[in-house]
């Protein structure tokens, strides 16, 4: 049997706080990542990073400054046990940003917890390799 593989686009980010501590965010309180999401249609790529970055730590867009664009990557979506599920591969582009708040309140109920990590334990703490592959080619460039 094939599995049937949707394409589908996403946007986030790496959010440094004051102290140069990274925003993770826990996905269904079962696996880390960075904030990101499902870019919806007619929506631009950078106010989707900010949507998402909002709902899944709480930190509004007038809370975040733009630094520049860190890249795009594809990745499946993550499966149980760490493993990949083949049923959706991610084109997941992320931008750079700074706040000044410390303030972390999810909204979105399928990410309950985030929190400020610091940059040098970020890719320990990220579930999905490709996530950890992306950071760690992007950490010199925070």
Known sequence: MEIKTKETKNAGGVVLN??????VVSQQGVSWSLPKGH???GEEVLYAAKREIYE????SPDQLEFVKNLGTYTRYRGGKNG???LSEI????IFLFRTNTSDLKPIDPDNPEARWIPREEVADLLTHRKDKEFFVGVVNNL
């Open 18 to 23: 004051k102290q140069g501590e990274v925003l």
């Open 56 to 59: 899944e730590s709480g930190i």
């Open 39 to 41: 870019i919806e249609d």
């Open 83 to 85: 493993g990949d599920d």
């Open 90 to 93: 991610k084109e997941i582009t």
